[in-house]
Structures are given as structure tokens and as C-alpha cells.
């Protein structure tokens, strides 16, 4: 055995936590045989999570795709040279595009794409080349109000307050904990638990919204556990008693907010009086106007929102509500400050003390449903399995999946399988047969994080300080395999077209390597790759960013009183849930509801075929309080039948104390592709199943009601397996 030792970071999720990779030279071309944390790294300190750490075994996964696959007549699967099944592959997607237009041709870029740096621009990039606005992400799947709310109601140019010197963090429904995510200003995935304990010790004060006792909210010095679905109100609630109080920030107030809107915001709330919030929401008056007061008193902090919230019933008027409580206590920040994260990989602009905007509603193409726009250079994805599967001049007949497994995780599954039935090329870039690569016509097989070299997209904007961060390649790719802006730039190779980047066109001819397309993808920003490369793992203080003072002639003023979402608060005010926006609900049938939640030991569909992973979480649990389960008469292990207004599935229950009671907490994209349970303790169930994207919808932006969702719940025998 020879081992070497090569510095890289993970992958497996956006938190891009740095790992050294000890590698076999003797065995092939390199066998990884551990990943371990570096102890010495300035802001990860050794950090790791259990995913990042299997990395071994799924570089090294026998059943790992290895080559291009394609479709035999009778529905099974061959290996083909990649070049072949490209050529294929394009010259029927010009026969589409000849046809039909190029709208016809759609892309979805899911998690996946986006822990690759070149995934997502190159995919956008050949849209363009193309001329097909057909482009869709997991982004509008789970958290578009995050782009639209912003864009409606102005953005802060210079960002939020620093999470490393905020006085208190108010976390809306997400777990860092186990998620390795936050919103900007908020609590990030590096090294996430040692990271929150410093700055308790240093003062910090933390209020956690959430159903569950999550692992954030076990830290928290008030924990509203609300009723899932009642966030709106509950937030209305604390921004009505820090306007009541003049809590706010009365001079950032009349600098930078619409003072017509912001006595339109007051009233709107004054309705939501602590008695109210209390017993809409179950959560103590008390606890409520004391995490209100602390938000409020700071002066520093930042209110932010995950995923639970954002998939529930309204979800941009709880975005938009989560941005007010920012805007009226002017948690953002000022002119001489320093930001903690200086977004080395972003264009080099100045970030002015100055509210941007605001930019209207989505305004990009119309979808052929429900009068929905694009924005940011995409489509809203609730409509893809219907753009797909409803004929007419701009259906959507080819589609391109990085990344993702839109079976698992496109919100209502009935529509998404039958969308996979229906089209007439599926091209699926997978390192796994997902639910998704079983409808599959070509399927070809990607370098995995090790084999490519790489920086954080994401993360990049989020470092709690100026840390330089870039990996190449430490393994030499085994078969047949592609990186994902690889598989782009040979279609578009055969199709005649050109890919172009910031830096310029990809170069026809000679594959690049990728590094010449990460500096195509950079050239633009505001610290040259090459000094990126050169000092991986540094902090750069030299690099700080600076908030610049306003421009004389700033406009721009937070519109915190926006029209439709003050006539959205008032309908709030009239329901007693927010179960009443899906038709169908009965309060006397559908007396739970079902929350999303996120794995330690997965991350949406990635896990299960990972040895490690999927003997500590071998099915996605539906995790019901123990007086619940008490009540219901199940056991741990047992089976309970879970139905919404839309449909059903067996679930494999499991007693959670730190559950709320009348709630359900589980895991989305799992399950198969059949649309039956009879494997659910092996494969788990697909949520997406019981969600209608037609029903309950957001206006805005689309968003299904994901989250939250009204559900009945019963105990069933093993027998139900066999019925399903």
C-alpha cells in the first residue's frame, strides 16, 4: 500500500467543507480509502459531516455508472461509447428544435448541478445558444420567493448584518445543525455546532420559529414551536408588536422605507394581537412578544426563513414578512462596515449602503399554466410536468436532467411520472439509476467531485469571513465518464452552436479542460482564479469588501406594504388555518399536518445507495410525537397510512419527541418511480405524491404547497404493503 495524501473539499452538499483524501496510489488509478476533516483550516476546524464522509464509497460504488447508457426497444439499458450516444442524442435534438422551435427543449438542474461550479452557468449558457427559455432549477422548486421577495420589495445593496457579530439570529424553520444551510446573515454549515457555542458565549441571543425542537432550536433562548403552516401569522404578530411598541428603527425607517407603506404594514398587522397569534399559532403570548422584543432590541441581527416555511401555505407573504421585521429594525449593513463573506467568485462592484429597486413582479416568459412568469432566467419548475405532458405549439417534448431526479423531488408525483412517460427524449446526467434515469433514453455518467476540479458557487457568497476556496482534481476518473458542462458542450459541439461565458466562448475544437471554463465562468470576478488557486484554504483579508455610502441621488425605498400581500395578511386574518387554501381539506378528517425535514444521513434523493448512509436511515420515517403514536395505536416500525386531499401513502412510523403534537416530520425524495409503497421500509415513500400543484399555489411565483400539508393519519398492518 501506498497512500498519498491530497487536499480537496466536499461536494456532497454546498457547505464545501475542506477534506484531505487519502488515497491508495497502488491500487488502479487511486483508491480512496478514508476522507478526514483539516484541523488546520481557519474557519472549518476540522469540520465534517457524516455525508461528506463516505465520500469512499460513493467514488468507489460497484453499482456506480461508469459509462453512457442507452435505451433498448424493450425498455432495458446498454452501454455505449459516450461520442455515440452524443451524437444520438444531439441529432435528435435538432430534429426537435427543427420542428417544434426551441422552446420545445428544457433543461432541470437539481442539487446536483449546483455542487459543480460549471454545471449551472454551462447549462444556462447553451439555452441561450440554443434560443430556448426552457430552463428550470430546483431553486423554484422549494425557495423561489427568496429571488421574487427581494426583487418586489427592494434590495439592500450591501447585504444583511454579519452573522459573526450579530446580538441575536431569529431562525425561521431551518436547522443548520443538520442542513448545513441558512439564509444570508444567518448561522452557515461551517463548522455549524463549535461555531454557534462561540458565539453564545460571546452574547449572542437566538429565537427559533419551528414545529420541531430541532438541534438549533434545543440551542435557543426562546423556541416558538408553532403550528406548521401558521408562520404569516405568527410573524405578523411580532411586527405588530415592535411597530405598536416604536421598537423599530425609526431613523433607517425614514431613510429607507416607504413611510405610506410602512403605516399601511402597521395597520395590516395590528389585527394579529398576541391573544390571537397565541392560540392561532400555539405558542405562549409571552414567548412571543419576548422574542419579538429581542429580535428588535439587537441592534444587531437578521430574521431569515428555510425550507419548511417557504413550502408552506403563503409562503411569499412569509418571506416578505420575514424581510419587514429586517427592514423596520434596519438589520443591515451600513456605510465604513466591513461583510464578513467578500464573494471572491462575484463581479468586482461596489455594495452601497442603498436599497435597490424595487423590480415589479416576475416579468420574464409566460408558462402555459396558471399565468405564471419566469424570472432570473428561468421558468417556475411547478409547471414543467405539465409543459411537458399537455400538447400544444410550445410544449416542452426534450429534456436535459443535471443533476436532479425530478420523480423524487418535483412536487406532485403523479403529474411528474407521467410527464416521464411521456416525453419524447429524456437525457439524464446521473452517477446512479435514480427514479428518474429508469425513464431515461441516454444516460451519461458524470465525474464525481473528487475527479474535477472545483470551486463553492454557493458557499463563496456565504463564508463567515474572506476565505479563498478551489480543489482540483485529486483522482483520476475511471470509464466512460463526463462532467456535466462537459455533456453541453459536446451537444452543442453537434449542434453548431456556441456556449459563451463572462470570459467569452467556450473554444471549439479540442475539449477544454475545466479549468478553462471555470475561468471563462470568472473571468469576471472580483479576485482572479489564478490568486483563488494559489491560496485555497486562506483567509484574504486584504480582500474585505467595504460598504460604500449611498449615491447622492438614492432612491430606492423598501416597499414593505405592498398591495396584494397586505390584502393576503387580511385573508390570513379571516381563516383559522392555512390548511383552508387546499380545496378538499376537512378539519375533521385532516386533523394532522406533514412537515418536511432534512437527514443527517442524506441529502434529498442521495444516500439510500451509500452503504454507510442507508444502514443508519434506511427509509424516510414518518416521525410522529409518542402521545401521538400512543393514540394512534402504532409502535415504532409500524405502518400508518398518510393521506392528503390529493392522495395517499404508507409510511413506516417512528416516535420523535421533539415532534409537535398532531404533526407528521418526514424526509422528501424518496421512493420509487411506481407510484405504489409495497418497498417502503427498503426505498422509504415519496411526499411528492401528496402534493397538487394546482391547488393552494402561490400567485407569484408558483410554489406548491409542499410543507405543512393536511393530512389524515391511521395505523395499518402489513397487509397494506400488500395492497399497495
Known amino acids: 500500500m501506498s497512500v498519498e495524501v491530497k487536499r480537496s473539499f466536499c461536494r456532497i452538499c454546498h457547505a464545501a467543507c475542506p477534506v484531505d483524501v487519502h488515497i491508495d496510489t497502488a491500487v488502479g488509478k487511486g483508491k480512496v480509502l478514508k476522507v478526514t476533516g483539516v484541523d488546520e483550516d481557519p474557519i472549518f476546524n476540522g469540520y465534517t459531516c457524516i455525508k461528506g464522509r463516505q465520500l469512499p464509497d460513493q467514488i468507489h460504488d460497484p453499482a456506480r455508472l461508469r459509462a453512457a447508457l442507452r435505451r433498448r426497444p424493450d425498455g432495458t439499458f446498454e452501454e455505449v461509447a459516450s461520442g455515440t450516444a452524443l ?67 427592494g434590495v439592500w445593496d450591501a447585504g444583511p448584518q454579519n452573522f459573526s457579530e450579530a446580538n441575536v439570529l431569529l431562525a425561521i424553520g431551518y436547522n443548520p445543525m443538520v442542513s448545513s444551510f441558512a439564509p444570508f446573515g444567518g448561522l452557515q454549515g461551517t463548522d455549524p455546532f463549535a461555531t454557534l457555542r462561540k458565539r453564545k458565549v460571546e452574547g449572542l441571543k437566538l429565537v427559533v420559529i419551528d414545529p420541531r425542537r430541532t438541534e438549533l432550536a434545543a440551542q435557543a433562548d426562546i423556541h416558538l414551536q408553532v403550528k406548521p403552516g401558521e408562520d404569516p401569522s405568527l410573524l405578523a404578530g ?221 458557499m463563496d457568497r456565504w463564508f463567515r469571513e474572506p476565505y479563498a476556496c478551489y480543489t482540483e482534481a485529486v483522482l483520476e476518473p475511471e470509464g466512460d465518464l463526463l462532467n456535466d458542462w462537459e455533456v453541453y458542450w459536446e451537444i452543442a459541439e453537434r449542434l453548431g452552436v456556441e456556449i459563451t461565458l463572462p470570459g467569452g466562448a467556450i473554444p471549439s475544437g479540442d475539449r477544454p479542460t475545466d479549468d478553462e471554463v471555470l475561468d471563462l465562468v470568472y473571468a469576471n470576478s472580483r ?97 410522529i410525537n409518542p402521545a401521538d403514536m400512543a393514540e394512534l395505536g402504532v409502535e415504532d416500525d409500524g405502518l400508518v397510512r398518510i393521506a392528503s386531499p390529493h392522495a395517499e401513502l404508507i409510511g413506516v412510523a417512528m416516535s420523535d419527541a421533539s415532534v409537535r403534537r398532531g404533526v407528521v416530520s418526514m424526509a422528501h425524495s424518496w421512493g420509487s418511480s411506481t407510484g405504489t409503497d409495497e418497498k417502503v421500509r427498503d426505498i422509504g415513500a415519496p411526499t411528492n405524491r401528496l402534493i397538487d400543484v394546482e391547488n393552494g399555489y402561490c400567485p407569484i411565483t408558483g410554489q406548491a404547497i409542499q410543507s405543512a400539508i393536511p393530512i389524515s393519519v391511521v395505523a395499518v398492518s402489513e397487509d397494506a404493503l400488500v395492497s399497495a
Open 87 to 153: 451524437d444520438e442524442a444531439a441529432a435528435k435534438l435538432k430534429a426537435i428544435i427543427d420542428e417544434h422551435g426551441p422552446r420545445a427543449v428544457a433543461t432541470y438542474t437539481g442539487t446536483g448541478g449546483y455542487q459543480n461550479a460549471p454545471s449551472h452557468p454551462v447549462a444556462m449558457a447553451f439555452h441561450k445558444a440554443i434560443g430556448s427559455i426552457s430552463y428550470y432549477t430546483s431553486v423554484t422548486i422549494d425557495q423561489p420567493m427568496k429571488a421574487t421577495a427581494v426583487l418586489r420589495m
Open 238 to 458: 411580532m411586527l405588530n408588536v415592535i411597530l405598536s411598541e416604536n421598537l423599530h428603527d425609526q431613523d433607517f425607517c425614514e431613510r429607507w422605507a416607504d413611510l405610506e407603506q410602512l403605516d399601511q404594514l402597521r395597520l395590516a398587522v395590528e389585527p394579529f394581537t398576541p391573544k390571537y397569534v397565541a392560540e392561532r399559532c400555539g405558542v405562549d403570548a409571552d414567548d412571543m412578544i419576548a422574542g419579538a422584543r429581542m429580535f428588535a432590541a439587537g441592534p444587531t441581527g437578521i430574521s431569515g426563513s428555510g425550507t419548511g416555511p417557504s413550502m408552506s401555505p403563503h409562503p411569499s407573504l412569509m418571506e416578505h414578512l420575514s424581510l419587514c421585521l429586517n427592514v423596520v429594525c434596519g438589520r443591515y449593513m451600513r456605510e465604513g462596515q466591513q461583510i464578513e463573506s467578500a464573494a471572491f467568485l462575484q463581479p468586482d462592484k461596489p455594495k452601497r449602503a442603498q436599497v435597490i429597486g424595487p423590480f415589479g413582479n416576475p416579468s420574464g416568459p409566460e408558462s402555459r399554466f396558471r399565468g405564471l412568469k419566469g424570472y432570473n432566467n428561468e421558468m417556475p419548475c411547478s409547471t414543467l410536468a405539465q409543459e411537458i405532458y399537455t400538447p400544444g405549439p410550445e410544449q416542452v417534448r426534450a429534456l436535459i436532467v443535471n443533476g436532479g431526479n425530478p420523480v423524487a423531488a418535483w412536487p406532485d408525483q403523479v403529474k411528474s411520472i407521467k410527464a416521464m412517460e411521456n416525453i419524447e427524449l429524456l437525457i439524464v446526467i446521473d452517477h446512479r439509476m435514480t427514479q428518474t434515469a429508469e425513464f431515461a433514453d441516454y444516460i451519461f455518467a458524470p465525474r464525481l467531485s473528487l475527479e474535477r476540479s472545483d470551486v463553492p458557487p454557493f
Open 527 to 623: 479576485v482572479p482564479m489564478d490568486e483563488i488557486r494559489a491560496n485555497a484554504g486562506k483567509v484574504l483579508n486584504q480582500h474585505k469588501i467595504t460598504v460604500s455610502p449611498a449615491d447622492e441621488n438614492a432612491a430606492g425605498r423598501f416597499q414593505v406594504g405592498l398591495a396584494d400581500h397586505l390584502e393576503e395578511l387580511a385573508v390570513v386574518r379571516q381563516e383559522t388555518t392555512g390548511a383552508e387554501l387546499i380545496a378538499g381539506f376537512d378539519p375533521e378528517v385532516h386533523t394532522y399536518r406533514l412537515i418536511s425535514r432534512r437527514l443527517k444521513s442524506h441529502l434529498n434523493s442521495l444516500g439510500r445507495e451509500i452503504p454507510g448512509l442507508a444502514k443508519k436511515t434506511p427509509t424516510n420515517y414518518a416521525y
